[in-house]
């Protein structure tokens, strides 16, 4: 018994430098490895901490490794790991897949394909094909306007996926993508989900509208509009962002769950003041997080707002709170 949970120890490894993380990716080339970037502030990160000892002792020929997003910037930044907690899979050296956020069922979804791809043939049961239905009617309900397209639509990669990105730019139609040569079983999937065979595919609502030629159709006889919904001008959405609340923060992470450190402190400034707050995570819409730099002028998150006016960043609050400010400043007094 001592010696099982002696080898299950062992199995999740600690990575303090960008030296030893990549000589680990060399070393251990031919194993499945799963990096865990977190950070000791984060809660949630603890908690996938001790999912993944339970995973190595399930999977004893995965390399399972923590490494502190914020010690070893380097490799963090090298990967765009802008939250924790963030799991990378690695195999034969190459960044094979990626999952952002706690998510405990998918992390063992995800380590028991890899660890078993190439190995044994799919099983014959309903399970997984139930598994892909439920994804698909996520995926198809993941924004108002989904597009199935060929690439992405800064890069399509396919004529008629082109074609049905420029119609919906032309008519400030506001969607989502995905790109199924990112995912075969995706790919395959929708075609018998939706009973369509060929891409692009448009749903609305995650009822299918259909391809290119429906579309062509639906534009020429003006019902387009009516269907798909319209985007608002970034500016206006911002001004209706930084006017929700009285009090408005954005920031990485949201009021449970601050996905970095400068967040986290500015929470808790802000819940020591007592005054009520509305947050709004700008990792969940890349718009919103690049656009808001532009309109008030800050580079940086996170950013706090009274009354659809910037305050400032995280050194700003702090130096109002040391000077008796903040709670003016925060009811609109100052």
């Known amino acids: 018994m001592a010696a099982g949970a002696a080898e299950a120890v062992a199995a999740v490894v600690e990575v303090g430098s960008a030296q030893q993380f990549e000589e680990l990716l060399r070393l251990r080339a031919k194993s499945l490895l799963v990096i865990h970037f977190w950070a000791p502030w984060a809660p949630q990160c603890a908690q996938m901490n001790d999912v993944m000892a339970e995973l190595a002792k399930e999977q004893p020929q995965v390399l399972f490794v923590k490494l502190e997003a914020e010690a070893v910037p380097e490799v963090s930044e ?4 802008s939250s ?17 956020g706690a998510h405990a069922p998918e992390l063992t979804k995800k380590v028991q394909r890899h660890a078993s791809s190439g190995s044994f043939p799919p099983s014959g049961n309903e399970h997984p094909k139930e598994d892909l239905n439920l994804r698909l009617k996520k995926l198809t309900h993941a924004a108002p306007c989904m597009l199935f397209m060929k690439g992405t639509p800064q890069e399509p990669r396919c004529g008629f996926s082109k074609q049905m990105v420029e119609i919906l730019n032309k008519h400030s139609i506001q969607f989502g ?3 199924v040569f990112s995912d075969a079983e995706v790919r395959q999937g929708l075609k018998t989900y939706s009973n369509w065979p060929t891409y692009p595919q448009l749903y609305v609502s995650g009822d299918l509208i259909g391809g290119l030629d429906i579309i062509k159709e639906l534009e020429a006889s003006d019902e387009l509009d009516t269907i798909c919904p319209k985007a608002p001008k970034l500016e206006e959405r911002l001004k209706v962002l930084t006017n929700k609340a009285s009090v408005m923060l954005f920031m990485k992470g949201n009021k449970q769950e601050a996905k970095c450190g ?7 400034i802000l819940n020591n003041t007592g005054v009520e ?3 709004f995570d700008i990792l969940e819409d890349e718009e919103v997080r690049q656009g808001l730099k532009t309109y008030s002028n800050w580079p940086t998150y996170p950013q706090l707002y009274v009354k659809g006016e910037l305050v400032g960043g995280l ?16 009811k ?3």
């Open 78 to 81: 090298k990967y765009e790991i």
């Open 84 to 100: 924790v907690p963030t799991f990378l899979f690695f195999k034969n050296s190459q960044k094979i897949d990626r999952l952002d």
């Open 177 to 179: 993508s995905f790109d």
């Open 262 to 268: 400068f967040s986290k402190q500015i929470l808790e």
């Open 277 to 279: 707050y509305e947050t």
């Open 315 to 330: 050194d700003i609050v702090k130096e109002l709170r040391d000077n008796g400010e903040l709670l003016p400043v925060l």
């Open 332 to 334: 609109g007094e100052n």
